[in-house]
């Protein structure tokens, strides 16, 4: 068991919704007590009509920045191959100290992955390649954008914390163990316990104490047992997707209570 506290991920997903419910929608959730909030880096809708309404990731996390004031907040997550490293850089940088406002600390999570939904490269004008490639160019990325931080002047207001989704268990996994503060996937509580498994020969290769690490999952479709299980191998981070065009707050009300009753 872990001793770090228990903390609720929403991700509003920016689908379905025009703007001003999307931004009723996150503070609505802050005022609730979620820990932090997501939405996710695509350009079209995951679900529901292909051609919904939708809106941009980036631009819209630097919104959030003056919009809250106690959350955390990123992508869940950022697409590495939609734009140049030490572009990302920058702009994690920047949505940083926006978002530190008058406390001098930033609330940003720099949530990244390898990018899978082939429509956004096809109409974007992104090559697509393989898996292998797009991990192996997330691998290249983070070095670069970790450099870019030590350069940028300011410098983040603090150690950006990078967030690395994925199940990957010879590329992804090693990224994680060489890079991450969060691992994020879907693994059920069986198959996570096999994947730690993993991070940590991994960790032990580039030579990283991965309990470092905080562990992510999911709880779409999932009920308080399965929660527990979760728990019990280690996840503290628990991340619950929510949609337009009517942003319904039922489950999130639902998990802040499994939330606080696990604290304590």
Known sequence: MTTRPIR?????????????????????????????LFNWDHFFPLSGEPDGLHFEAWTELASWAELTSRVEFGSLVNCNSYRNPDLQADMARTIDHISAGDTGTGRFIFGTGSGWFERDYDEYGYEFGTVGQRLDALAEALPRIEQRW?????????????????????????????????????????DLERKLGILAEHGAAVGRDVSQIEISNELRGRSETDADALLAHGVTLFTLGITGPDYDFSEVKRWIAWRDAQNG
Not at 24 to 33: F, M, P, S, T, W
Not at 160 to 189: C, N, Y
Request: charged share 20%; proline share 9%.
């Open 8 to 36: 609720l991920g929403v991700q509003v997903q920016p689908q379905h919704a025009d703007y001003p419910t999307i931004r009723a929608a996150v503070q609505e959730l802050e005022q609730l007590g979620v820990d932090i």
């Open 150 to 190: 030590a350069k940028l002047n300011p410098a983040p207001t603090r150690k950006i914390p990078v967030m690395i989704g994925g199940g990957g268990e010879k590329k992804t996994l090693r990224i994680v163990a060489q890079h991450a503060d969060i691992w994020h996937s879907f693994a059920a509580p069986d």
